[in-house]
């Protein structure tokens, strides 16, 4: 298959470029001893799981079905966080789940006690002389709590800030320490609740696609505060937003933050990028129905931002489009929309230099993130197609999309 006989709308990744991020990646892994994960809330091709295992440690979910997706597709560390959990998922997240990490103390205490009989069964199975090769492989639990260092580096995006004002995501200090002390914790001198032994981790995330230094200020924000308990925990994970294999990414000074925490604090440390995974390695092939003119040309595409890329209506921001310049740059402008009835359906303003026709082709750039995991089919709008492009030029179909995806949704 080429790239005209893709169907529109297709979403296509790029599997030479995912591998140069991943091997960037890998090396960071390599040198200085961290975990990356797979944030599947950014990227969840699982057809290419098998791929990205050799290259990282595994994967991050959001709640049980991502969790379900990791452990089935990759395989490997498989970690969890959720503001909440149902009691009936929490029977199988223990069984597929290595970290799970809880957003307050109560949803904490509430959980506690089911990670530990799962923890004593595991354990049980390993010294026991019968246990067979073919049963489960013994999975430890770790907990971890997730905190807010309430130091925000984002400007802007209160929606992707977790340490906006009034953000439900984390706990505070001054909320761990209330916690703590109604768990029954003890205090030292300094007034210091101490941590219950089965918590493990600590975790936070307040990142979103941005660069080494912000994570090192973050972090020296929530060392300040939460430094009593970085020598009673085994792990630190510092979430995702790194946008680290992004041309000009400091990534000396990420390497010189995980050298810091693992030397000072003796901690394993774990990173979640979920961008950085598949950044610039996708595109959105899409085809012109018809133009329109109301004051200016308007092009009816067969993708749609509301179904197709949401972020562009949600963030907002402006996709990068091949051969597409700001408007007025070049002699040929167009609004960019699309079939769907909703007025505000609208990609941006582009200009080109050549006037485009009906039948023509738009490939849409940095397409394999926070599209396929965020589409939808609105307006009854069929789900683009997913192929491969192979490292070899030629292109591999995945997976198409049909009339009962978008009724099997609905009842």
């Known amino acids: 298959m080429t790239w005209n006989d893709l169907p529109t709308p297709s979403y296509l990744v790029d599997e ?46 959001s709640g049980l079905y991502e969790a379900r997706l990791g452990y ?45 009989l799962h923890n004593r069964m595991q354990e ?10 073919s049963e489960k492989p013994v999975r430890h639990v770790s907990i971890g709590i997730r905190i807010n260092p309430e130091f925000s580096t984002q400007e802007g995006h209160a929606i992707y800030d977790p340490c906006a004002p009034g953000s439900r995501l984390g706990i505070t200090y ?16 300094s007034g210091v609740a101490a941590l219950p032994e089965d918590i493990e981790g600590l975790h936070f995330h307040t990142l979103c696609e941005q660069d080494a230094d912000d994570l090192v200020s973050t972090f020296h924000a929530f060392e300040e505060k939460f430094k009593p308990y970085l020598t009673k925990i085994k792990w630190l994970n ?53 133009i329109v003119h109301n004051g200016m040309d308007v092009l009816i595409l067969d993708a749609s931002a509301a179904c197709h890329m949401p972020d562009v209506l949600e963030m907002p921001y402006r996709p990068p489009l091949r051969g ?45 993130i926070y599209s396929m995991v965020k589409n939808n089919t609105f307006n009854g709008m069929p789900l683009p ?27």
Do not use: W
């Open 238 to 290: 510092l979430g995702g937003g790194h946008h680290i294999t992004r041309d000009g990414y400091q990534i000396e000074r990420l390497k010189e933050l995980i050298y810091y925490i693992k030397k000072t604090y003796r901690l394993e440390v774990y990173l979640e990028p979920g961008e950085a995974i598949a950044l610039n390695a996708g595109y959105l092939v899409t085809e012109v129905m018809d």
């Open 72 to 116: 089935e597709e990759m395989g490997r560390e498989n970690h969890v966080f959720a503001p909440a959990y149902k009691d009936a998922d929490m029977a199988e997240l223990v069984e597929i789940c290595d970290h799970m990490v809880f957003n307050s103390l109560a949803q904490y205490a509430k959980h506690r006690d089911k990670i530990a």
């Open 174 to 189: 001054e909320e761990l320490q209330k916690g703590l002390t109604a768990l029954g914790m003890e205090q030292d001198e």
């Open 124 to 133: 049980e199975n390993r010294t026991a002389e019968s246990r067979k090769e």
């Open 16 to 61: 030479k470029k995912l591998k140069e991020n991943l091997i960037i990646l890998q090396e960071l892994e390599r040198e200085t001893g961290c975990h990356v994960l797979l944030a599947q809330k950014a990227f969840s091709m699982y057809a290419l799981y098998p791929m990205i295992g050799r290259y990282i440690s595994g994967t991050t979910a």
């Open 324 to 368: 597409g310049y700001e408007a007025g740059e070049k002699p040929y402008t167009y609004r960019l929309s699309s079939m769907t009835c909703l007025a505000g359906d609208v990609i941006g303003d582009y200009s080109f230099e050549e006037e485009l026709h009906v039948g023509d082709r738009l490939v849409f750039e940095d397409m394999a």
């Open 385 to 411: 197609s997913i192929a491969l492009l192979r490292e070899d030029g030629t292109i591999e179909m995945i997976k198409q999309f049909g009339y009962e995806d978008f009724k099997g949704r609905l009842s």
